[in-house]
Nanobody, 121 residues
Framework: QLQASGGGLVQTGGSLGLSCAAS????????IGWFRQAPGKEREAVSC????????YYAESVKGRFTILRDNAKNTVYLQMNSLKPEDTAVYYC????????????????WGQGTLVTVSS
């Protein structure tokens, strides 16, 4: 239902893009977002985009550095990550939920597999 890709190793200050390919039903009717979990830490919301008006949510720690957007032609949500920091190192998960506000919590109806992002110092 959700297929995440694009993780890898990057140096501090570098950029990386993540993709979340969704099935048509999910893409059309669900808000989609990205969460991450660093080693020894709880999972946290990173960014979400609504299903209706493309309104977005960003965690304070990534504002101004990350951009989330939809590609309607490809049923894909992208997370462009710039100015990466070592503290961005985590397994990133894409997720989807009927609620446009699911980024404020830790619950989602669908979860994709994780993709590892490692930022070296």
């Amino acid at each position: 239902q959700l297929q995440a890709s694009g993780g890898g190793l990057v140096q501090t200050g570098g950029s990386l893009g993540l993709s979340c390919a969704a099935s048509g039903h999910i893409y059309d009717y669900y808000a989609i977002g990205w969460f991450r979990q660093a080693p020894g830490k709880e999972r946290e919301a990173v960014s979400c985009i609504s299903r209706s008006d493309d309104s977005t949510y960003y965690a304070e720690s990534v504002k101004g550095r990350f951009t989330i957007l939809r590609d309607n032609a490809k049923n894909t949500v992208y997370l462009q990550m710039n100015s990466l920091k070592p503290e961005d190192t985590a397994v990133y998960y894409c997720a989807a939920d009927l609620s446009n506000w699911f980024c404020t919590g830790d619950v989602a109806h669908y979860w994709g597999q994780g993709t590892l992002v490692t930022v070296s110092s």
